[in-house]
């Protein structure tokens, strides 16, 4: 079983900054693929950000490539969301996710990860 919290989300003005961190635990000795997803008001959820187990490979949405910086810790399974350059429609309940069995070619797949923690609410304002 893997443990999945997602911190520091919050109300930022346009144009701002937020960093987001991931933690995962429960797999001690394994590093696993991390990725961020959103889910805006009335909408599904949608992919924002993966990277690999090693690091050396992300993905980023078309939306928020240029703004937003994945990266993760090199020794444990936290993960981080460097958000720059927010804007309003970046307003979104913010989920982490886990890969155990790999996400086998598609990191923008929901469906690839194992775990999800509970989402962090991040607000941009106009």
């Known amino acids: 079983q893997v443990h999945v919290v997602e911190s520091g989300g919050g109300l930022v003005q346009a144009g701002g900054s937020l960093r987001l961190t991931c933690e995962a635990s429960g797999r001690p000795g394994s590093r696993l693929p991390i990725a961020w997803f959103r889910q805006r008001a009335g909408n599904e959820r949608e992919f924002v950000a993966a990277?690999?187990?090693?690091?050396?490979?992300?993905n980023y949405a078309d939306s928020v490539r240029g703004r937003f910086t994945i990266s993760r810790d090199g020794a444990e399974n936290t993960g981080y969301l460097q958000m720059d350059s927010l804007k309003p429609e970046d307003t979104a309940v913010y989920y982490c996710a886990v890969s155990v069995y790999g996400p086998s070619g598609r990191p923008r797949d929901p469906n690839a990860y194992d775990y999800w923690g509970q989402g962090t609410q991040v607000t941009v304002s106009s």
């Open positions: 990277i690999t187990w090693s690091g050396d490979t992300v």
